[in-house]
């Protein structure tokens, strides 16, 4: 399994970003894929997550800012992120779980900044 996420980049405060992260290989139909970011010297979060059949679940730092869905059809999941802020900006990383078995995708940065 292999996980590629793209769509990171360069945003003015107050602007938007769409990220995606597409999964490759034996991908199972239960599975979870979830959103985590690293800012600057600090752990690894997690932003968001969303089962197989829709539900979903946000940190409170993104609650109405950030949405998570995913296209089952292509084995991918895409983090919507409005009004960013400054403390918004880090590395974010893409996971599938399924079957026990965890994946990670390469992160993509986002840097929110005037």
């Known amino acids: 399994v292999q996980l590629q996420a793209s769509g990171g980049g360069l945003v003015q405060p107050g602007g938007s970003l769409r990220l995606s992260c597409a999964a490759s290989?034996?991908?199972?139909?239960?599975?979870?894929m979830a959103w985590y970011r690293r800012a600057p010297g600090k752990q690894r979060d997690l932003v968001a997550v969303?089962?197989?059949?829709?539900?979903?679940n946000y940190a409170d730092s993104v609650k109405g800012r950030f949405t998570v869905s995913r296209d089952n059809a292509k084995n991918t999941v895409y983090l919507q992120m409005n009004s960013l802020k400054p403390e918004d900006t880090a590395v974010y990383y893409c996971?599938?779980?399924?079957?026990?078995?965890?994946?990670w995708g390469k992160g993509t940065q986002v840097t929110v900044s005037s």
């Open positions: 996971k599938l779980l399924q079957r026990a078995n965890e994946y």
């Open positions: 290989g034996s991908i199972f139909s239960s599975n979870i």
């Open positions: 969303i089962t197989a059949n829709g539900i979903t």
